[in-house]
């Protein structure tokens, strides 16, 4: 257990916030939230106040596992259903 936690020490977390989201995965902001309400999309970490965002390798993760299920490939992550 101590392993793991060492390892998430050693990655940075990036932020990112809801433009730079909608600019990557190309949706608009109902269609991340609904998604995200619904378990099909990584869900908004809260900062702080009314601030949102969102960890950046689980949206590009998001990214490579749409890509992998219009391929017909399989894909490790448990955000594609």
């Known amino acids: 257990m101590n392993a793991a936690r060492n390892e998430q020490h050693e990655k ?3 932020f990112i916030r809801l433009p730079e989201v909608k600019k990557l995965t190309s949706l608009g902001t109902t269609k991340i939230y609904t998604m995200a309400s619904e378990g099909l999309f990584p ?3 809260p900062l702080g106040g009314r601030a949102v965002a969102w960890i950046k390798s689980e ?3 998001w990214n490579n596992d749409q ?3 219009a391929r017909g490939q399989a894909s490790d992550s448990s ?3």
Do not use: G, N
């Open 67 to 69: 890509v992998a299920a």
């Open 43 to 45: 869900k908004q970490v």
């Open 12 to 14: 940075p977390v990036e």
């Open 59 to 61: 949206v590009l993760q």
């Open 79 to 81: 955000m594609s259903k």
